[in-house]
Every structure is written in C-alpha cells, then in structure tokens.
C-alpha cells in the first residue's frame, strides 16, 4: 500500500498551560497519510509513503520516524531549498498551529507521478489535505486521480479549515467522486457539504464503491455498492469502543488503517471492517500521539469475535 501526502514535526506540550506559557515541549512527527502508513505496517500490511521533506533536521527526524515504523521511505524526496513542515498542539484546548507554507511538501507537482513505485501495489491513500496545500498539489491530485489504475484509491476527507481560506473546497468533492475508498467525518461533511448523515452523503456521492461514515463517539457507517447488481448493500453501522480519551487528534487516521488492513485482508465482513477501524482509532486515543502501536493481540481478537452485546459492554482504558 502506498500512503501520499505531507507529514511534519510536531511539537507537544509537555507541561500544562497556555501555551505562552509553557517550556518544555516534545518533538514527534504528525501528518495524516504518513500516520496511516505508519498504523499498517503496524498491522503487517507492507506500506510506503511519498512525500517531500527538507534538507533539513526535522526532515531527516520525520523520514526516520516513520521509516523507523518499518514504513518503506524510499520515494520520499529531499528539497534542497525549502523546510520541512511544522505543526503545534497546545494543551489548553487551543486549535493545532500549522507552519507549513511554503514547505516543501507544498512543492509537490504532477512531476512526481512518473516516480511514485506503483508497481505491485493494491492501494494508494491521499487525503483531503494535499490539494490545500497549493495550486501545484491540487494538480498533482487532480492528475493522480485521473490515472488509469490496477490499484484501488482510497480518500479521506480530513478538513483542515485552516487551509483552506482562498481556496475552493468544492475541488474534495471532485476528487472524492473519483475514488473507490472514501472515509468522511460526518460533521465534515457537514460542514464542507451541508449534508446531513451518511443517506445524504451518500446521495451526494454516489460514485464510490466504498463509502464510510464516521460519526464520532457515536460510530461508523458503511455503504458499499454490490459489484453484481450495481446497487447499494443495506448500510451498516457498528458503534464506537468506549475509551478513555486521552486526546482526540489522529484517531481518524487510525481508523481509516484499521478498516484498509481488514478490506486489504480480503475475507472480512463489512462489521468486522468497521471494528477493525474502532480497535485501531482506540489506541490512538489512549495517547496524545498520533502515531502507536495496536491494542494488545488478545484484546482485538476478543473483540473481533465478540457478540454485539459484548462489543457494546467493552470499555479500552
């Protein structure tokens, strides 16, 4: 599987506070599809990403993060000219801070197609975070997705409001209809789309073969399309773990491993699918990283084949 798309340093705080106020922070790596690739790899799916980072420091700590995952960063690109993006989170609650104009991931064009390692690969993921970062993105995105393909491509929305003043976001709306796989946040799309539900979702993109849902605390819907009749299967819906909460930043891109693990696997049902999605997204919310290992095997496996009522009763401290 083959994961596109920035990822930058992060910088946690590792004291409470406002954040004028805080000294002491923690640098890791955040970026949504370099944290799906990272999560695969984790689950035994073999993955790559492709990006570009800069010739610099927090450069090299992103490339060996990730590859350190055992993520293959072999078609990651260095920009001898421009940074390697940054971002910040603030632990009173404040919205994440992003330095990434002008990164070199920003840089990123139609030119990198003729390098991405194709070969052999059954997914490609994107999200809807690349086309933001400037016009030269979008096209890359525009372009990938137009490619005729043997691969399936898989889309998170992921609205980032903050990218996207003076953009167009209809453009998520076009590409989403060019996928197989699409994961929207139902108050994304919301709030991109004015939609309300995964029924409306639907209705406003019918295109996809896969179309999930995800309703928060609540859950997560599925709607696929049954390649015999060209019709829609009966939704459906299993409901999220009860966790812990430690923080709630990358438990979408979490999800989105745990689904693509278990649609890749090949043999699943649509309500193993989505559960698999949970147990992922349940890890990461436990931490206040983006990135972690999987619940413990013994507690996936139960969960996996537990009866509704079970599956309802658990709770992931």
């Given at each position: 599987?083959?994961c596109?798309?920035?990822?930058?340093?992060l910088?946690?705080?590792?004291?409470d506070g406002?954040?004028?106020?805080?000294?002491?922070w923690?640098?890791?790596?955040?970026?949504?599809?370099?944290?799906?690739a990272?999560?695969l790899?984790?689950?035994g799916?073999?993955?790559?990403w492709?990006s570009a980072?800069?010739?610099?420091?927090?450069?090299?700590?992103?490339?060996?993060f990730?590859?350190?995952?055992g993520?293959?960063?072999?078609?990651?690109?260095?920009d001898p000219?421009r940074?390697?993006?940054?971002?910040?989170?603030?632990?009173?609650?404040s919205?994440?801070?992003?330095?990434r104009?002008?990164?070199a991931a920003?840089?990123?064009?139609?030119?990198?197609?003729p390098?991405?390692?194709?070969?052999g690969v059954r997914?490609?993921?994107?999200?809807?975070?690349?086309p933001?970062?400037?016009d030269?993105?979008?096209?890359?995105?525009?372009e990938?997705f137009?490619l005729?393909?043997?691969h399936?491509l898989s889309?998170d929305?992921?609205?980032?409001?903050?990218?996207?003043?003076?953009?167009?976001p209809d453009?998520?709306?076009e590409?989403a209809?060019?996928a197989?796989i699409?994961l929207?946040?139902?108050?994304?799309a919301?709030?991109?789309?004015?939609?309300?539900?995964?029924?409306?979702i639907r209705?406003?993109?019918?295109e996809?073969?896969?179309l999930?849902?995800k309703?928060?605390?609540?859950?997560?819907?599925?709607i696929?399309?049954?390649?015999?009749?060209?019709e829609?299967?009966?939704e459906?819906?299993?409901?999220?773990?009860?966790?812990d909460?430690v923080?709630?930043v990358?438990?979408?891109?979490?999800?989105?491993?745990?689904?693509?693990?278990?649609?890749?696997?090949?043999?699943?049902?649509?309500?193993?699918?989505?559960r698999?999605?949970?147990?992922?997204?349940?890890?990461v919310?436990?931490?206040?990283d983006?990135?972690?290992?999987p619940?413990?095997?013994?507690?996936?496996?139960?969960l996996?084949?537990?009866?509704?009522?079970?599956?309802?009763?658990?709770?992931?401290r």
């Amino acid at each position: 599987m083959l994961c596109l798309g920035e990822s930058m340093a992060l910088f946690v705080p590792a004291q409470d506070g406002p954040p004028e106020s805080v000294r002491t922070w923690s640098r890791t790596v955040g970026g949504a599809e370099s944290n799906v690739a990272c999560h695969l790899a984790g689950l035994g799916v073999p993955s790559a990403w492709v990006s570009a980072v800069g010739d610099d420091a927090f450069g090299r700590a992103v490339t060996a993060f990730v590859g350190g995952y055992g993520v293959d960063v072999s078609g990651v690109l260095v920009d001898p000219d421009r940074p390697t993006g940054l971002y910040v989170k603030e632990s009173d609650g404040s919205p994440v801070r992003y330095y990434r104009r002008g990164s070199a991931a920003s840089a990123l064009g139609p030119d990198l197609l003729p390098k991405l390692p194709l070969d052999g690969v059954r997914l490609v993921h994107t999200s809807g975070i690349t086309p933001a970062l400037s016009d030269s993105c979008l096209a890359l995105m525009r372009e990938l997705f137009a490619l005729p393909r043997t691969h399936l491509l898989s889309f998170d929305l992921n609205w980032r409001p903050a990218l996207w003043p003076g953009r167009d976001p209809d453009v998520l709306r076009e590409l989403a209809a060019a996928a197989d796989i699409v994961l929207v946040g139902a108050d994304e799309a919301a709030t991109v789309w004015g939609t309300d539900g995964p029924a409306a979702i639907r209705a406003l993109l019918p295109e996809p073969a896969t179309l999930v849902v995800k309703q928060a605390a609540d859950g997560a819907t599925l709607i696929e399309r049954d390649p015999a009749t060209g019709e829609d299967r009966p939704e459906v819906f299993t409901p999220a773990l009860r966790v812990d909460v430690v923080e709630e930043v990358g438990a979408g891109d979490a999800f989105a491993a745990g689904f693509l693990a278990a649609t890749l696997h090949g043999t699943a049902g649509p309500g193993h699918r989505l559960r698999a999605g949970h147990l992922q997204a349940a890890a990461v919310l436990r931490t206040r990283d983006d990135v972690c290992g999987p619940l413990p095997a013994d507690t996936v496996e139960r969960l996996l084949a537990a009866d509704d009522a079970q599956w309802a009763a658990a709770h992931i401290r």
